[in-house]
């Protein structure tokens, strides 16, 4: 089965940084665009960041120059490190896995669980 498990959450002042993994299982990990994910109660999932499978690399405007997303292909990860942190950043981040659909199989869109990230003094 295909699993993401996100890590490394928590509570940070403004100003902290955290560092946040996913670790993918169950799918070809070179295939795969790898990203992260947030979302606020009662608001829509937005994109934070993502990474294609060849190392290109996209970001959200309200974290471009404080956020860098990487990938780990040996160790089938995906990392987020995050600095100068805002109280704006608190949700919960979740990590995402999708390829296009292949000759023989549909595309796949896969989600992890969740990791909460709270930034408060």
């Known amino acids: 089965q295909v699993q993401l498990v996100e890590s490394g959450g928590g509570l940070v002042q403004p100003g902290g940084s955290l560092r946040l993994s996913c670790a993918a299982s169950?799918?070809?990990?070179?295939?795969?665009?790898m990203g992260w994910y947030r979302q606020c109660p009662g608001t829509q999932r937005e994109l934070v960041a993502a990474?294609?499978?060849?190392?290109?690399?996209n970001y959200g405007d309200s974290v471009k120059g404080r956020f860098t997303i990487s990938r780990n292909t040996a160790e089938n990860a995906v990392y987020l490190q995050m600095n100068s942190l805002k109280p704006e950043d608190t949700a919960t981040y979740y990590c995402?896995?999708?390829?296009?659909?292949?000759?023989?199989?549909?595309?796949?869109?896969?989600w992890g669980q969740g990791t909460q990230v709270t930034v408060s003094s």
């Open positions: 995402n896995a999708f390829r296009l659909p292949l000759p023989t199989s549909s595309f796949r869109d896969y």
């Open positions: 169950g799918i070809t990990f070179s295939l795969y665009r």
């Open positions: 990474t294609s499978s060849g190392g290109g690399t």
